[in-house]
């Protein structure tokens, strides 16, 4: 029933570098007269709006956590290890843009633990560090864990949809564990202590395949922006009564911050 927020695996083997302004313009071509696609009842973020947003080559997104390293979902990966596969794409709304950053990676480190269910988190290594750009603070406490969410990404407009050359945001209100897991939404299958639920009983407003790994996030006290959740499944995409699910960032905080630390940032 449930689908991770990844892009299909062969669509994903063509978002190298070279071919993802091809890719997407042949995605764009298909959209049968559609105007520019974006997360599902989105609008286009604006050139730098928000910094620390990053496009992964194998069809997810991330947000820079530090100069080095990207924090995405750990579905969005194969394992822990050397990987120098990895191309992550910053700095720009427009990936096409000819003033985009790129960085290889060279390794992952997957949530330990991980099987599918439930630790959907990762962190990758850049080959070198990228200057200039704001990176995004995770919470680690619970006390941003409610309210109004900011999302973002290069996803899906609809569901099974292609992806998308503009960056797409869009806002989710948050959605209680009693909620999500009621026989109306997800019957159980949230994991209450390290995954959030946010969207609409109505639908219409989410994120979708090839968001995976993208930063759901809002206002901090100071009126800056704080990581809170890691966009990670949902039944389809926006469909009424199937929030989003994302995997809550404060829960694991502690082992990300260790993991980053022996990663060197």
Known sequence: ????????????????AASMGTVLNAQSAAAA????????????????????????SMGCGGALYSTTLVLT????????????????????????SSSRITRKSNYVYRAPGYNG??????????????????TLPIATSSTYDTGTFTIAG??????????????????????????????AMYG?????????????TAGGVDTCQGDSGGPMFRRDSANAWIQVGIVSWGDGCARPNKPGVYTQVSYFSSAIRSA???LGG
Not at 188 to 200: F, K, L, N, P, R
């Open 73 to 96: 979902a750990a579905h969005c990966v194969n394992g822990t290890g050397t990987n120098t596969s990895i191309t992550a794409t910053l700095g720009t709304v427009d990936l096409q």
């Open 188 to 200: 159980g299958d949230v994991i209450a202590a390290e995954e959030i639920c946010a969207g609409y």
């Open 117 to 134: 269910n439930g630790d959907d988190w990762a962190l990758i290594r850049l080959a070198s560090p990228v200057t200039g750009l704001a």
């Open 154 to 183: 290069w996803g899906a407009a609809t569901e099974g949809g292609g992806q998308q050359r503009y960056l797409r945001k869009a806002t989710v209100p948050f959605v209680s564990d009693s909620t999500c897991n009621s026989s």
């Open 33 to 56: 007269g559609k105007g520019p696609d974006k997360v599902v009842g989105g609008t286009t973020a604006t050139q730098g709006e928000f910094p620390f947003m990053v496009r992964l």
């Open 260 to 262: 980053a630390t022996s």
């Open 1 to 16: 029933m449930v689908r991770f927020r990844r892009i299909l695996g062969v669509v994903a083997a063509a978002l190298t």
